[in-house]
């Protein structure tokens, strides 16, 4: 006889993740379960409970995974590249993540206790990067003296808007730019503020 097949944590998590957003955050752990194809005492024996199966599955790495991208920066290109840069790749995970933290704050669990499983939540975790990579930038003499904090939460926030209007009113958004155009545009308008006197 066959040996049942192993699914890994990470496996779970993706099928658990893909369910949610088809059915919603109250969708049973049947069929959690079933879409895998475990039994429900198998998820419940790895997991603990449904709280802790959803909110695994629907707390997002990527931000963890920008953050440690910046942990390096800035290089040596111009800093409103590489603003650019990170801000399109910031656009394009946004547009993915903001759907789980939609699903996770309407799933009832409490996201408070949840976040004492994490020991600093990943987007305070890619509000720090951002902050620092900004002082490394200007200790460099490539940006004015500035408000670190205020700039990030700034960039952060104007970029988690178009994603979250997105994904509350899908084409009623009415965005005449693409996110590309709208990134630029954005990054630009921040360097004005932020880039060196000799720059602007």
């Known amino acids: 006889?066959?040996?049942?097949?192993?699914?890994?944590?990470?496996?779970?998590?993706?099928?658990?993740?893909?369910?949610?957003?088809?059915?919603?955050?109250?969708?049973?752990?049947?069929?959690?379960a079933k879409e895998i194809g475990l039994?429900?005492?198998?998820?419940?024996?790895?997991f603990g409970t449904k709280a802790s199966l959803?909110?695994?599955?629907?707390?997002?790495?990527e931000p963890m995974n920008i953050a440690a991208g910046l942990m390096d920066g800035p290089d040596d290109r111009p800093i409103d590249v590489q603003l650019n840069e990170i801000g399109t790749t910031f656009q394009k995970t946004l547009t993915k993540i903001?759907?789980?933290m939609m699903a996770l704050k309407n799933s009832g669990i409490n996201i408070h206790d949840l976040a004492l499983e994490i020991p600093v939540p990943p987007p305070v975790i890619l509000r720090l990067a951002i902050i620092e990579w900004l002082k490394r930038a200007e200790a460099q003499g490539r940006l004015r003296a500035l408000d670190h904090e205020a700039t990030a939460q700034l960039f952060m926030g104007g970029l988690a808007s178009r994603a979250m209007l997105r994904h509350m009113l899908g084409e009623r958004s009415q965005f005449a730019q693409t996110d590309e155009a709208f990134v630029a545009g954005a990054i630009n308008t921040i360097w004005n503020g932020i880039a060196p006197v000799e720059a602007t």
Do not use: H, N, W, Y
């Not at 039994?39 to 790895?46: E, G, M, N």
């Open 1 to 32: 006889m066959a040996r049942p097949r192993q699914f890994t944590d990470e496996e779970i998590l993706t099928a658990t993740r893909e369910v949610v957003l088809r059915e919603g955050p109250s969708v049973s752990t049947t069929v959690i």
């Open 98 to 100: 903001v759907p789980l």
């Open 54 to 61: 959803i909110g695994r599955a629907l707390i997002p790495a």
């Open 39 to 46: 039994s429900q005492a198998a998820l419940f024996k790895r």
